[in-house]
């Protein structure tokens, strides 16, 4: 495995009670824990939505010196629409 992904794994939340437990085991369940090998190249169309995830994620990722004091990355994106689009 990766180191990221055993630092991952040390990190993993232990549920208090049974609730916590069944939400932890949802969330798990839907995170992605592979790469996949897809590039933005492989998405046809939203160039606008690609270029925005682009410079929200990737950029500060590649170059985190670049995103200090003022021009720290965005807090989060958020994808709306319909289900089933893609988001």
């Known amino acids: 495995t990766s180191p990221k992904a055993s630092v991952a794994a040390e990190r993993k939340f232990v549920p208090s009670c049974e609730r ?3 939400l932890v085991e ?3 369940r839907d995170m992605l ?3 996949p090998n897809v590039t933005f190249d ?3 169309g ?3 939505a690609k270029d925005l995830i682009n410079e929200a994620v990737m950029w ?3 170059i985190p010196d670049f995103f200090t004091g003022l021009r720290r990355p965005w807090r989060g ?3 709306f629409g319909p ?3 893609g988001k």
């Open 42 to 44: 492989d998405i046809a």
């Open 26 to 28: 949802m969330i798990e």
């Open 33 to 35: 824990s592979t790469r």
């Open 83 to 85: 289900p089933g689009t």
């Open 77 to 79: 994106v958020l994808l």
């Open 60 to 62: 500060p990722l590649s």
């Open 46 to 48: 939203n160039e606008d």
């Open 20 to 22: 916590d437990k069944e």
